[in-house]
């Protein structure tokens, strides 16, 4: 399945994928201007995807909200999401996880490449991303919160690069990582205008097994460790 141009809004779902629920051989999905106010009682407020080989491109996911990734969950493999925007300008813009996930899910093995993260929420753990599997992300990930996680919560194996700044958790003001982290050339915080904000671990907070390749922390601040 191809799907170019268009929008999708406004739709419900009683268990996963408010709006789509794939499942099939692959769907390439491009163009998709806007993709908002959707919602899922369990998974993937906005797009739940259980195959392979998606191509999501040149979308924008604002006001979606489910359990487990507001906006997108995928548990398929060799999934590629490309110059496409969780969230907003605005606090109202940004995708909802009732639990993980604010604006992604992911169980499988995902790329999230030349994507731009903001005011997303997640009322647990990963404001904007909960990784259980294997992702990729590179992009401008700010304002989003969670209680762990203000960006990414991962425990699966995850590789960050770009700018993360004004996030905001309780632990691990952008990352909080209990699994594989690699970060490569990521800007964590900026100014201490722009800097991530915790009671632990500002911009960082590590239980599992981290890599840092280059990049920069500067900004961020913790009320505690």
Do not use: P, R, W
Not at 158 to 182: E, F, K, M, P, R
């Amino acid at each position: 399945l191809t799907v170019n141009g268009g929008s999708f809004s406004g739709n419900s779902a009683t268990a996963n994928g408010g709006a789509i629920y794939n499942a099939g051989t692959s769907l390439t999905f491009t163009n998709a201007t806007q993709i908002s106010g959707n919602s899922a009682t369990a998974n993937g407020g906005a797009v739940y995807n259980a195959a392979n080989g998606l191509v999501l491109a040149n979308a924008g996911f604002t006001g979606n909200n489910a359990k487990l990734g507001g906006a997108f969950y995928n548990a398929g493999q060799n999934v590629s999401v490309t110059s496409v925007h969780f969230g907003g300008t605005t606090k109202e813009d940004g995708n909802t996880a009732e639990t993980s996930g604010g604006a992604v899910y992911n169980t499988g093995e995902l790329t999230l490449a030349d994507t731009a993260m903001s005011y997303n929420q997640a009322k647990a753990s990963g404001g904007a991303v909960y990784n259980a599997g294997t992702i990729t992300a590179a992009g401008e990930f700010t304002s989003n919160t969670s209680v762990s996680g203000g960006v990414i919560y991962n425990i699966g194996t995850a590789t960050v690069t770009g700018t993360l700044t004004l996030n905001q958790a309780t632990d691990g003001g952008a990352i909080y990582n209990a699994g594989t982290l690699t970060l490569t050339g990521a800007t964590v915080g900026g100014t201490e205008e722009e800097g991530n904000k915790a009671t632990s671990g500002g911009g960082l907070y590590n239980a599992g097994a981290l890599t840092v390749n280059g990049g920069s922390f500067s900004g961020n601040s913790a009320t505690a460790n």
